[in-house]
């Protein structure tokens, strides 16, 4: 071979190899492209699933403050509820001593004399216009209690007699003192006998 067409030999290898390099070079540009769009598109992803958990948390956080705002707004209601409910207990069981001692007199009283029982008529109405008022207010009377179960969240027990008969054996026998209620809750016990 010529010296000629040794320099075309290796200028054509040259030119293949200039040409075997920008391909090369198109393909590394084409690699890193696109390692740079999988580490973008990772990040994004992470980004995404970052931002997926913090919408979660917040959800989460938000409905627990929710639901302690309902319990919250729940039992102030209730405690509001029950306290006008029983806002009057103190006075009730200050006035209760003197519907006791109004019943005491009727029963003291002898009525056999005229003027002593219009003077009792006097005071049963002023019994009866009290006892009315104050049951209008949520006072309830622990009424028929003879003969019944003795219970202790209603019923105070002073003393224990010999029972009567078989069928009062555990239960009430007397009743000392009236029981009362309100709204469900005992304003005063009822001081009752119990047969054993």
């Known amino acids: 071979m010529t ?10 290898l040259e030119q293949t190899e200039t040409v075997e390099n920008p391909v090369n070079e198109g393909d590394e540009n084409k690699e890193s492209a696109s390692n740079v769009s999988n580490e973008t598109d ?16 917040l959800k989460d956080k938000y409905v ?7 319990n919250f707004r729940r039992r102030t209601a209730k405690e509001r509820l029950e306290l006008v409910n029983t806002a009057s207990k103190d006075l009730m069981q200050e006035v209760l001593p003197i519907l006791d001692d109004f019943e005491r ?3 003291a009283e002898n009525a056999s004399d005229p003027e002593e029982e219009q003077k009792q008529a006097g ?6 216009k009290l006892l009315r008022v104050l ?4 006072l309830q009377p622990m009424e028929d209690l003879v003969g019944k179960d003795f219970d202790a969240e209603y019923h105070e027990a002073i003393t224990q007699i010999p029972a009567p008969s078989e069928e009062l054996k555990g239960k009430i026998v007397d009743v000392v003192e009236k ?10 016990f009822a001081k009752v006998v119990i047969g054993n």
Request: without cysteine.
């Open 135 to 138: 049951t209008a207010k949520g």
């Open 3 to 12: 010296d000629r067409a040794k320099e075309d030999k290796d200028q054509g």
């Open 42 to 57: 990772q990040a994004e992803g992470a980004e995404s699933d970052k931002l997926a958990r913090e919408n979660q948390e």
């Open 105 to 107: 007199s009727f029963k």
């Open 64 to 70: 627990r403050l929710y639901s302690e705002f309902e």
């Open 123 to 128: 005071s049963k109405l002023i019994y009866n």
């Open 179 to 188: 029981g009362y209620t309100m709204a469900g809750k005992v304003v005063r």
